[in-house]
Every structure is written in structure tokens, then in C-alpha cells.
């Protein structure tokens, strides 16, 4: 709780200031657990926010390392930040895969966008912090 309190008042204070937050706040208001409750897909339309049930759950640790609780082919890799992406980089023995989002951070809540994905219909997903 204490760490919650502390990034909101770091980031209180930098929007009050009109900075852009450092890298290192930046990775500290990431980290934590993820799970997906929303999904922005649609079919040749521009789509519409649905729930999602008991959708996957990202770690994201200060190391940089990330586990996500399921995904066909590989579950754990290396995070990094620049700018307002968010670059996952998937290392499994047959899973080398790096994936990169757009990124939107508010106090609880996490929005991803497919950066390197043609996305026509705004293909967006919502975290909520656990």
C-alpha cells in the first residue's frame, strides 16, 4: 500500500510540473500483476469494448522480467520501455518472439494496443492492477 501511495505522489507531482515521468517511474508504476478484463476486437468494424472472464495475468517485476499466467507457446521473457511502448520479449527454447504495444497507464488500470500489428479495427486490451 505504502508503494501504491508513494507512485501516486510521484506522478501526481510530475503532471503538476508538466514533466513526463521518468523511465524508472515509469517502470515502477508498471510492475505488479495484470489481468485482462476488456477486449476492443472487432471483425471489419471498428469494434466495442467486451468483458473478459478470468483473462490472463501478466508479472511484471523491477528486473524487467515478466511471467504471463497462459499463452500457447511461452509464458515467461524480458520487458522494456521506450517512450509509450512496451516491448515484451518472449525466450522460450521454441519460443523467441518479441511483441510490442502501445501502452496507457492510469492508477489501476493498463491499456494495450499492438504496435507492430495492422490493426484496423483498433484492436485494444484492458488490464486492471491486482
Not at 510540473?17 to 510492475?31: G, I, N, V
Not at 500457447?72 to 518479441?98: I, R
Not at 496507457?104 to 486490451?125: H, I, K, M, N, Y
Amino acid at each position: 500500500m505504502r508503494r501504491l501511495i508513494a507512485v501516486m505522489i510521484s506522478l501526481l507531482a510530475c503532471s503538476c510540473a508538466d514533466q513526463e515521468p521518468s523511465d524508472e517511474e515509469k517502470l515502477s508504476a508498471l510492475t505488479g500483476r495484470w489481468q485482462l478484463v476488456e477486449k476492443k476486437v472487432g471483425i471489419g468494424s471498428r469494434g466495442s469494448w467486451q468483458p473478459v472472464d478470468e483473462g490472463p495475468v501478466y508479472q511484471l517485476n523491477t528486473d524487467s522480467t515478466f511471467f504471463l499466467s497462459e499463452h500457447p507457446a511461452c509464458v515467461s521473457g524480458f520487458f522494456h520501455l521506450t517512450g509509450s511502448l512496451l516491448f515484451l520479449n518472449f525466450e522460450c527454447p521454441t519460443y523467441d518472439e518479441e511483441q510490442t504495444y502501445y501502452y496507457s497507464l492510469s492508477t489501476l488500470q493498463l491499456t494495450l494496443s499492438p504496435a507492430t500489428v495492422v490493426c484496423t479495427e483498433g484492436c485494444q486490451f484492458k488490464y486492471k492492477k491486482l
